[in-house]
């Protein structure tokens, strides 16, 4: 008889973005990666809304599995080919920083992409940053400002997003083409708004002050406390880990949304060496925030929410483009 392995899958309907994986082929994966485990138990966690996440406990050790959504998901322009585009780059980012959990094997599970990386003993910032005093997030803040300074220093020869995706020369044609991608989806899923429109038009004007970053830069692109495991307390507060990096890319430090949107406090730019924000040309930035809000439109439809929101958020931006147009 063989041994039996409890896997634990979070229920959805057909209709959800993420779907279960083919258990059968699960496991078999699991086991040609894991040739000298005994695994025992395969629990999906609620953590993420694109790629599914799991815990894989053996007899020896415990694993965090990631699984890219089905074929037939209907990603955006900027999703495509996500987790082949981490792999890309996976060893140019363990290469820069031990916080980079290491990436143990690229697979497939019933023809969608995964990964294995150990798993991090630690809490997760996000779901305890309530709790800690303010001097343990400011020092957390500092850390993470840091290891961003550590990644902005690597350049790269082109600007965009990994292999397998196309390169740029310009940063001016990297955020054209991103924002052309993003139009198109928008068109598909029907939510093609004047908002976007006049935003479109805008930006040819600002090709030549885009076109001042003149080198592409290593990115997280979603460096926040969701994907940070801490450690310690007080004084010994410390990140042990930072993950999630598939939607890395290469272009200006000042673009990450994260600090243009989310908002880092001062700790962390004094981490970092300095405030990028405050230092970068401000059309650039309202540039970077409008490409985003036409994303946030796009995630509204995938996530069943209005997007009134980002709507009145381009539009302010769009006010500001008319703005520095006249000045």
């Known amino acids: 008889m063989g041994r039996t392995v409890e896997i634990h899958q979070v229920a959805r309907d057909g209709?959800?973005?993420?779907?279960?994986?083919?258990?059968?082929?699960?496991?078999?994966?699991?086991?040609?990666?894991?040739?000298?485990?005994?695994?025992?138990?395969?629990?999906?966690?609620?953590?993420?809304?694109?790629?599914?996440?799991?815990?894989?406990?053996?007899?020896?050790?415990?694993?965090?599995?990631?699984?890219?959504?089905?074929?037939?998901?209907?990603?955006?322009?900027?999703?495509?080919?996500?987790?082949?585009?981490?792999?890309?780059?996976?060893?140019?980012?363990?290469?820069?920083?031990?916080?980079?959990?290491?990436?143990?094997?690229?697979?497939?599970v019933d023809g969608r992409d995964a990964f294995l990386q150990r798993w991090i003993q630690g809490r997760l910032w996000h779901e305890v940053i309530s709790s800690l005093t303010e001097a343990e997030n400011a020092e957390l803040w500092k850390q993470l400002g840091a290891f961003a300074r550590i990644l902005h220093n690597c350049c790269g020869e082109q600007f965009g997003y990994p292999a397998p995706l196309e390169g740029y020369s310009r940063w001016s044609q990297f955020i054209a083409a991103n924002v052309e991608g993003m139009v198109e989806d928008c068109r598909r899923i029907g939510v093609y708004c004047e908002e976007v429109e006049a935003y479109r038009g805008y930006l040819p004007h600002f090709f030549q002050?885009?076109?001042?970053?003149?080198?592409?830069?290593?990115?997280?692109?979603?460096?926040?406390?969701?994907?940070?495991?801490?450690?310690?307390?007080?004084?010994?507060?410390?990140?042990?880990?930072?993950?999630?990096?598939?939607?890395?890319?290469?272009?200006?430090?000042?673009?990450?949304?994260?600090?243009?949107?989310?908002?880092?406090?001062?700790?962390?730019?004094?981490?970092?060496?300095?405030?990028?924000?405050?230092?970068?040309?401000?059309?650039?930035?309202?540039?970077?925030?409008?490409?985003?809000?036409?994303?946030?439109?796009?995630?509204?439809?995938?996530?069943?929410?209005?997007?009134?929101a980002p709507r009145k958020r381009l539009s302010a931006v769009n006010e500001e483009l008319e703005e520095f147009l006249r000045s």
Request: hydrophobic share 40%; proline share 4%.
């Open 209 to 308: 002050t885009l076109d001042q970053v003149e080198t592409a830069k290593l990115l997280h692109g979603d460096l926040w406390p969701r994907n940070v495991i801490i450690d310690g307390a007080g004084a010994d507060i410390h990140i042990k880990a930072v993950f999630d990096a598939e939607r890395a890319f290469w272009g200006d430090p000042a673009s990450d949304w994260v600090l243009i949107l989310y908002g880092v406090p001062e700790t962390f730019w004094q981490g970092y060496g300095e405030n990028l924000v405050k230092t970068s040309d401000p059309a650039r930035i309202a540039i970077y925030k409008g490409m985003y809000f036409i994303l946030n439109i796009l995630e509204a439809v995938r996530f069943q929410e209005s997007d009134e």
């Open 15 to 108: 209709s959800a973005f993420q779907q279960p994986v083919n258990e059968q082929d699960l496991l078999l994966q699991l086991n040609h990666v894991l040739t000298n485990e005994t695994i025992t138990q395969v629990t999906e966690l609620k953590a993420g809304l694109f790629n599914n996440t799991y815990r894989v406990n053996t007899s020896q050790n415990d694993y965090i599995l990631k699984v890219a959504p089905v074929g037939s998901a209907d990603v955006f322009y900027c999703e495509r080919s996500l987790m082949q585009r981490e792999q890309s780059i996976s060893q140019q980012l363990q290469s820069l920083s031990p916080l980079i959990p290491e990436y143990l094997s690229f697979f497939t």
